[in-house]
């Protein structure tokens, strides 16, 4: 089993910035990915970003690239998602998600395990 535990969702105007975060713990070496999903209410939960294990750039989805940047603290298996520029579309519940999974890491479905979500809303 593995746990995830997000933080650092809040409200904050156009063009400012968050810091979300991921503290993982327990059986997290089953797995070889993390990543960040967003589901804005009325719409369906998307991938953000991800990072598998072991080395290799994260991967981003087009919406967000440039803007948002994911990193880990190995030492402390926490893994962080730094937004920036952020626009009134980024609101949604934002969640942590973890599994070992294939190429396609935007498929929520290949993830095993999920945090609970913390709320990032954007106003104009």
């Known amino acids: 089993q593995v746990r995830l535990v997000e933080s650092g969702g809040d409200s904050v105007q156009a063009g400012g910035s968050l810091r979300l975060s991921c503290v993982a713990s327990?059986?997290?070496?089953?797995?070889?990915?993390m990543a960040w999903f967003r589901q804005a209410p009325g719409k369906e939960r998307e991938g953000v970003a991800a990072?598998?294990?072991?080395?290799?750039?994260?991967y981003y989805a087009d919406s967000v690239k440039g803007r948002f940047t994911l990193s880990q603290d190995d030492a402390e298996n926490t893994m962080y998602l730094q937004m920036n520029s952020l626009k009134p579309e980024d609101t949604a519940m934002y969640y942590c998600a973890a599994g070992h999974v294939g190429p396609a890491w935007y498929r929520q479905g290949d993830f095993a395990y999920w945090g609970q979500g913390t709320q990032v809303t954007v106003s104009s």
């Open positions: 327990g059986s997290i070496y089953s797995t070889n990915c």
């Open positions: 990072i598998y294990f072991g080395g290799g750039d994260p």
